[in-house]
């Protein structure tokens, strides 16, 4: 047993050793470095030596010993959360709970998302034709601040392949809070805001929101969009969405208001964006999703003309790959005829953020070739609504979770 050890136990339990008897060990005499500790803890029960008379101090002792020595000592009150934490399996093998002691040592959590994408654009009027390469690393912390509240982060690096410059950027990109305050769940900060499925909005968000219900869940928000995360800059947003479920229907409406930029973004003007939906599961694993947009800004097109301010998507879902079920797959398939005045910044991989209202197609299929290993292939076929423009992106990736 290493001496800081033995000191460190015999510290735990917060009494002198002077008011013990003689220590019972043979090798571990009256003078030795480890006598006053070593005395302390026999005479607490803590430690009980060798058939034969001897503390054997020299001896490396197995992790089993060691579990049965901080069992005895967390039994006798002693203030040992490390080492229990680290003996937890000897520990739960002796039938010691550590249950306490295992949610405290969660408190912070550190998880991983490591992807790497690669796009090939067929949009010769667009700067984003040709290919895209990138991999992208995020780091999550998250921290438990009471029983109702936990503090969630995000880092983020992002490594350019297309050239040899080694461009790359490392940003915070999530910074907030969420808990409850009475019935009503809040969050605030820097969070990712999606709503309409992504087909109004999916991105960085700075700001709070508030929700309450369950089988009927109304959720409303203030924030602004952040700047660096869409070619539409909004510095207010509110936003309010009502869902709820009937059987194998899932219903739902949203508002949404843009205060428009009137130097950046499409919306020059105040633009508020009005949602319905449903979705009906036929089957546990084969949904039908249906979904009306329309927008009320007064806004010219590109020709002059008044702007395209409805639409509509939808989709049909099969299955789904999951992380941690190797071997699962999913399809996917959606139809788009969204207007200008209908979106801020789309969900889809495609290249609808640069066009003047879209109409199109996409196709998907994931599958999952190992645990938190997960591949995802995404085509898109979409049209400019104003000048007929074409734009097909084929986007893949491959995602890896710890």
Do not use: C
């Not at 136990?9 to 005499?29: E, H, I, Q, R």
């Not at 219900?213 to 928000?221: F, Q, R």
């Not at 999951?322 to 789309?346: E, I």
């Amino acid at each position: 047993m290493k001496k800081s050890l033995v000191l460190a136990m015999a510290m735990a339990l917060g009494v002198t050793a002077s008011a013990y008897a003689a220590n019972p060990f043979s090798d571990v005499p009256a003078g030795h470095w480890a006598y006053d500790s070593v005395n302390k803890l026999a005479a607490a029960g803590i430690v009980d030596g060798y058939g034969n008379g001897t503390f054997g101090g020299d001896r490396l002792m197995t992790r089993y010993e060691m579990a049965q020595i901080v069992a005895k000592a967390m039994a006798k009150g002693a203030n040992v959360d490390r080492l229990a934490a680290e003996f937890a399996d000897e520990l739960d093998s002796l039938g010691v709970r550590v249950a306490a002691l295992e949610k405290k040592s969660d408190n912070v959590k550190i998880t991983g998302e490591v992807r790497y994408h690669y796009a090939d654009n067929d949009a010769k009027d667009y700067a984003k034709n040709g290919y895209a390469t990138k991999l992208r690393s995020r780091i999550w912390l998250t921290g438990q601040i009471n029983d109702d509240w936990k503090y969630t982060g995000m880092l983020q690096n992002e490594q350019n392949f297309k050239n040899d410059k080694g461009d790359e950027t490392t940003d915070f990109q999530r910074a907030y809070v969420n808990g409850k305050l009475g019935g009503v769940a809040v969050q605030a900060g820097r969070y990712n805001l999606k709503v309409a499925d992504g087909n109004v909005y999916d991105n960085r968000f700075d700001g709070i929101q508030a929700s309450y219900g369950k089988d009927v869940k109304l959720t409303v928000g203030y924030g602004k969009a952040d700047p660096g995360s869409t070619t539409t800059i909004s510095d207010q947003v509110y936003y309010a969405d009502l869902t709820g479920k009937v059987g194998a229907l899932d219903l739902g409406a949203g508002y949404y208001s843009f205060d428009g930029d009137a130097t950046t973004g499409i919306f020059t003007e105040k633009n508020n964006i009005f949602k319905v939906s449903a979705d009906y599961a036929f089957t546990k694993d084969l949904k039908l999703g249906a979904m009306y947009l329309k927008g009320d800004a007064d806004h010219k097109d590109l020709f002059g003309n008044d702007a395209d301010d409805d639409g509509f998507v939808v989709s049909l879902g099969y299955k789904g790959a999951k992380a941690a079920v190797p071997g699962s797959w999913g399809l996917a398939a959606k139809y788009y005829d969204q207007g200008a005045m209908t979106y801020a910044d789309h969900t889809m991989n495609g290249l609808a953020d640069d066009m003047y209202g879209f109409k199109g197609y996409s196709l998907t299929a994931n599958y999952t070739f190992a645990k938190n290993i997960v591949g995802q292939v995404e085509y898109y076929d979409l049209k400019d609504k104003v000048d007929d423009t074409k734009a097909k992106t084929l986007w893949s990736q491959v995602v890896f979770t710890f």
